[in-house]
């Protein structure tokens, strides 16, 4: 699985977007750019993946870059309950077994 | 929505004790797994389950074994609990390959079990 990397910890207004970052450089052609994201004491939650083209759905929007080294996980209008650990996973899919969190970046939104 | 149930938030035992551990999935997923969280050590798979009575171990099996009757039941059982199984404990639901194709393979998780032993 190829490695990410990103920032241990955000800030974010509420009502702004959140902006979340995560380097794969090493990705490779058959990967997958999943995000969970875990809030405090509750278990891990999808939010969204992709694989080259940039995603939306409820919850948020992923932009992969081109070259596919990098992905922003953007939450439109962040509110108080987003404060969370988000990980960023690049995996081949399907998942076979495990699914293995990073340190992730804690974003915290605040009023 | 995807529910996975676990049937307790927090739960303290005693040294010695035999535990189980409770998920309930009600989406029809094949795949079910047991994960167990500890700070800095991230999340780490104990087992996972890909059909009725199928199971495979996964990192961490030792001192724990699994029980899968039913589709939508898993169960995680702690023979003789001990102080260094404090922690986190996480169950997931997957559809398998074969109903959701390559890229739609994702985890749902419940909320987690908070398990203490003295």
């Known amino acids: 699985d190829a490695k990410t990397t990103q920032p241990p910890s955000m800030d974010c207004a509420e009502g702004r977007a959140a902006n979340l970052p995560c380097n794969h450089s090493?990705?490779?052609?058959?990967?997958?750019v999943y995000w969970y994201r875990q809030i405090h004491s509750q278990g891990p939650q999808y939010i969204i993946h992709?694989?080259?083209n940039n995603e939306t759905n409820e919850m948020a929007s992923l932009i992969i870059t081109e070259d596919r080294k990098s992905s922003t996980l953007i939450l439109p209008h962040a509110t108080l309950r987003d404060t969370a650990v988000y990980y960023c996973?690049?995996?081949?899919?399907?998942?076979?077994?495990?699914?293995?969190f990073g340190q992730g970046t804690i974003l915290t939104v605040h009023p | 929505d995807v529910k996975v149930t676990q049937s307790s938030r927090y739960l303290v035992k005693r040294t010695g004790e035999k535990v189980f551990l409770e998920c309930v999935q009600d989406?029809?997923?094949?795949?079910m797994f047991w994960y167990r969280q500890d700070p800095g050590l991230g999340l780490r798979l104990i087992y996972f389950?890909?059909?009725?009575?199928?199971?495979e171990k996964g990192d961490i099996p030792e001192g724990y074994s699994v029980s899968r009757e039913k589709k939508e039941r898993f169960s995680l059982i702690l023979e003789s609990a001990s102080t260094n199984q404090t922690s986190m404990y996480l169950c997931?639901?997957?559809?398998?390959?074969?109903?959701?194709?390559?890229?739609?393979?994702?985890?749902?998780f419940g909320a987690g079990t908070r398990l203490s032993v003295l």
């Open positions: 997931a639901s997957s559809f398998s390959l074969l109903r959701t194709g390559v890229a739609k393979n994702i985890q749902y």
């Open positions: 090493t990705i490779s052609g058959n990967e997958y």
């Open positions: 992709g694989l080259k």
């Open positions: 996973i690049v995996r081949v899919a399907p998942f076979y077994g495990k699914l293995t």
């Open positions: 989406m029809d997923h094949e795949n």
């Open positions: 389950s890909y059909d009725v009575k199928m199971k």
